[in-house]
């Protein structure tokens, strides 16, 4: 099984940045492709950013593209999602997972990030 912890939310104001982080541990974490997600109250889990094992391939969703940016760092067993130019509608949850192809099996517990007007 994989462990998943996220850290690096925080309240903010809107034209601040954030970097969220992901520790991993159990299986072996460079043969995953990992992902950011996000939840907002009373809305749907929400996609945001892929990474492929070897960080070589990225995609984002249309409303953080530009402005987020997904990394990671195998040797340290770390993913991270750079967040520029927040908003307050990124107000939520965020979340990691990690898993291949067939889709995402380990989740993290989530860190709250608010964004203030």
């Known amino acids: 099984q994989v462990q998943l912890v996220e850290s690096g939310g925080g309240s903010v104001q809107a034209g601040a940045s954030l970097r969220l982080s992901c520790a991993v541990s159990?299986?072996?974490?460079?043969?995953?492709?990992m992902a950011w997600f996000r939840q907002a109250p009373g809305r749907e889990r929400e996609f945001l950013a892929r990474i492929s094992w070897s960080g070589g391939s990225t995609h984002y969703a249309d409303s953080v593209k530009g402005r987020f940016t997904i990394s990671r760092d195998n040797p340290n067993n770390t993913v991270y999602l750079q967040m520029n130019s927040l908003k307050p509608e990124d107000t939520a949850v965020y979340y990691c997972?990690?898993?291949?192809?067939?889709?995402?099996?380990?989740w993290g517990q989530g860190t709250q990030v608010t964004v203030s007007s």
């Open positions: 997972a990690a898993g291949d192809s067939g889709g995402y099996y380990d």
């Open positions: 159990g299986r072996t974490f460079s043969s995953h492709v």
